[in-house]
């Protein structure tokens, strides 16, 4: 039986957000090999995070647990938190079904309290201890200067000696080779997460001069409550305008991106160039996205597409090619997923996704429930295939009309007419939404303990400008 039972090459990004030419979001990005991956399998279009941040969006992930059930809203660790105690990871769940299950790369959060766990694994290359090689080339250290380290840099160190080539080397190596029981092998890139660098030659790659710059709408917050506000960073958006960072950064996270699809390829190729070529599902995701200038914001932790939306692409031997779904799924889709399409059994969690097996067969499969998105408790957002949805922990909203507004610019949540579709959307909000974990941290602020929003507007705005 095992021998029938697919492989699974499980491959994660830290930080892409839809910058990816099949994805048709920015045009002058390269990425011939995610590109080739999509035309294997289906892109979900319309693919978005449970959390805008590394460690929340990846334990959800890999619980099959929303943030709002688990109480895993910031950077606590996986192992630390009380809801996860009983609750078998992904990677364990296929060790414990009969699979050789291997790592390398950031699957889980990469910190040192943090990271993969040896019960959940037979092999992690370098090791469980030190799951990520994240050095892609010397770059400048996080200072209060740089924002913690918004930095870029052009590396001269020799590709071969990078962190995320050599994770690809070691996940070609494990493709290459044959095996008695079915495998799940989680290969996670640390690009295009900060600091900005690659080697030299995927910066070449580019034109910066004519690199189309990210449209900034000037007066895109005006019309979002201050619960929205306090998610955009003006500390670190005027750093860069003052700087005028915004063209070198675009260009250092194209290049970024560009190294890391190059690595993809050299997987794809081992994995097609091996015995393992015929019955291995690829599935790749990214764990949130990231703001450019957006909403006088860079980096991740919001609410807006920016944020969400992640490129995610599932290619499966006898399911559909070259489509694309625009129905809204989740990461938290990603456990069921691939629990039946690998015959598992029941783990000792409830699951909180749905699968989307239907959808593998056929794309266009009717599929009407929102996918949520969560950032500190009670902030949610919902999106469906038209519609964006937030609402904040203060009950303010936001609520945008993607069909005829892509960038969700013109917030609608006050306009009357619109009530009913407020109405039906909030319907699908989490019913729990668990107190903080002990030692919850998120980035800026944390929107439900910083009640004080005049004195948040005072830090980030100053005194004189409302
Ligand atoms: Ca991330
Ligand atoms: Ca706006």
């Known amino acids: 039986m095992d021998g029938k039972r697919p492989n699974v090459l499980f491959i994660a990004v830290d930080d892409l957000r839809d910058f990816a030419t099949c994805m048709q979001s920015y045009p002058d990005v390269i990425t011939p090999n995610i590109d080739r991956l999509a035309k294997r399998g289906i892109l979900f279009a319309n693919a978005h995070c449970q959390a805008p941040m590394c460690a929340p969006s990846r334990n959800s992930l890999l619980s099959g647990i929303l943030p709002s059930t688990s109480g895993a809203y910031g950077f606590q660790p996986f192992k630390v938190i009380p809801a996860f105690k009983n609750v078998d990871t992904l990677p364990k769940h296929f060790k414990n ?67 995320d080539y050599l994770h690809a080397s070691w996940a070609a190596e494990q493709l290459s080779k044959e095996y008695d029981k079915p495998f799940f092998l989680a290969l996670g890139f640390y690009k295009p997460h900060l600091p900005l660098v690659c080697p030299k030659k995927y910066f070449d790659m580019y034109d910066r001069d004519k690199l189309q710059d990210v449209y900034i709408k000037e007066d895109d917050l005006d019309d979002i409550p201050d619960a929205g506000k306090m998610r955009s960073n003006r500390v670190i958006y005027e750093y860069v305008k003052s700087n005028k960072m915004e063209k070198d950064l675009l260009h250092a996270y194209l290049a ?50 920016e944020s969400t939306r992640v490129p995610l692409i599932i290619s499966c031997p006898g399911k559909a090619q070259d489509r694309i779904c625009t129905k809204p799924v989740g990461l938290i889709d990603l456990f069921p997923t691939l629990n039946e399409l690998c015959s598992l059994g029941k783990p000792p969690q409830k699951l909180e996704g749905m699968s989307i097996v239907p ?52 917030n609608l949540a006050e306009n009357p007419s ?33 009640p004080n929003i005049e004195a948040w507007r005072e830090k980030y705005y100053g005194k004189n400008n409302a």
């Open 97 to 163: 079904n009969g699979y050789h299950v291997m790592g390398t790369g950031k699957i889980h959060h990469n910190a040192p309290t943090h990271g993969p766990d040896a019960s959940e694994w037979h092999e992690y290359w370098p090791s469980i201890e030190n799951p990520v090689n994240t050095f892609n080339g010397d770059a400048p250290p996080k200072s209060k200067e740089n924002c913690g380290g918004i930095v870029w840099k052009v590396g001269d160190t020799p590709e071969e000696e990078c962190g």
């Open 256 to 305: 970024c991106i560009t190294y890391m699809d190059a690595q993809l390829g050299r997987v794809l190729d081992a994995l097609d160039s091996g015995p393992n070529a015929d019955n291995t599902i690829i599935v790749f995701w990214g764990d949130n996205g990231w703001h450019l200038g957006e909403k006088h914001h860079w980096t991740k932790f919001t609410l807006w597409r």
């Open 359 to 410: 959808l593998l067969d056929d794309p266009e499969t009717e599929w009407e429930t929102p996918v949520i998105t969560t950032f500190g408790r009670d902030s949610h957002s919902l999106t469906t295939e038209r519609w964006k949805y937030i609402k904040y922990f203060d009950g303010s909203e936001e609520l945008y009309d993607r069909l005829f507004d892509t960038f969700e610019w013109y």
């Open 418 to 450: 619109y009530q009913h579709i407020k109405d039906e959307l909030k319907k699908y909000l989490p019913k729990i939404n668990v107190p903080n974990e002990p030692g919850t941290t998120l980035p800026h602020v944390f929107a439900s303990d910083y």
